[in-house]
């Protein structure tokens, strides 16, 4: 996965909205977290729980927007196609950002973090809950202690309701794509089949232009949230706060604070949740 697609990556996933992760990720770090940003602290500890993990960072562009907040940042991808497009951000922006290729089943890290997140539904991409627990895990001991772990997922009713057996297509000046989905409703799992067209540049010339195919197939899991609440406790963490994407993107985080430990409160047709758990 991620391999040809990702060079069209941020083309295609233009409608990702990052600057408002960032600013809801600085809200929480700030309101609930132990990590600082524009710290300049010698002592070893308080440089520990200072950095923040961009778990799943793809091409690194929500991992370089945090890194303008002012926190020390790493990234994690198990991709070595969108990490070379995040080192080549990292070159022209001059960040200092630690990108490492692991796969998160598979974490290992110098030190503990004050702060990991993972965000964009990766979380759905680890399709067996036994795996999972293992990510869980893995992040608790890699967590400072009442270091905070924020993650979203895409949930069961998204998947089954709104995009599973469906197509959608777009037709872009440069590439187009094709993504056909299909959910099966007894494993949970959604499949998407994607199709792309981009433009080859260096077979075009003045007569025509030509584009190249590629396809790649992705798999994710529906997860309902107390599925995730059981492994998150099994794995050592306690819930701060949950919201639903609708709630924090009317109007913030610290807006939907009060009602969001209410899971009652949630919208039932909500298609992505949020989770914030602590190191407990």
């Known amino acids: 996965m991620y391999e040809n697609f990702a060079y069209l990556y941020d083309e295609l996933m233009d409608n990702v909205p990052y600057e408002k992760w960032a600013d809801m990720l600085d809200e929480i770090i700030r309101e609930e977290g132990i990590s600082i940003p524009n710290s300049d602290s010698a002592d070893t500890a308080d440089a520990e729980r200072n950095q ?10 929500l991992t370089e ?4 907040k002012g926190y020390d940042m790493i990234g994690v991808d ?10 080549e951000k990292r070159d022209i922006k001059g960040s200092e950002i630690l990108y490492l290729l692991q796969d998160i089943r598979e974490l290992d890290l110098y030190s503990t973090v004050g702060t990991i997140y993972c965000l964009c539904d990766s979380i759905n991409y680890i399709t067996d809950p036994e795996d999972l627990f293992i990510v869980f895990s893995l992040v608790h001991n890699y967590l400072y202690t009442d270091g905070l772990f924020i993650f979203d997922f895409n949930t069961v009713h998204k998947y089954r309701d709104v995009i599973g057996d469906i197509t959608i297509a777009e037709n872009r000046e440069d590439c187009s794509f094709i993504w056909e989905n299909s959910y099966d409703d007894e494993e949970n799992i959604n499949e998407y089949d994607l199709t792309v067209f981009a433009r ?3 077979a075009s010339n003045d007569e025509k232009v030509l584009f190249g195919r590629f396809e790649e197939s ?12 059981e492994l998150l406790e099994k794995a050592g963490f306690s819930i701060v706060s949950c919201f639903d994407e ?3 993107e009317k109007s913030g985080y610290l807006s939907v604070k009060g009602s969001s430990f209410n899971e009652d ?4 047709e909500a298609e992505r949740i949020y989770i914030i758990a602590r190191k407990g």
């Open 200 to 202: 080859d540049e260096e």
């Open 65 to 68: 927007l945090m890194y303008e």
């Open 246 to 248: 609708e709630a924090v």
């Open 265 to 268: 409160m949630l919208n039932r």
């Open 218 to 229: 992705h798999f994710q899991r529906g997860y309902e949230l107390n599925e995730l609440r």
């Open 52 to 61: 923040v993990l961009d778990l799943c960072c793809g091409t690194g562009t």
């Open 78 to 87: 198990n991709s070595e196609d969108m990490l070379n497009v995040a080192y």
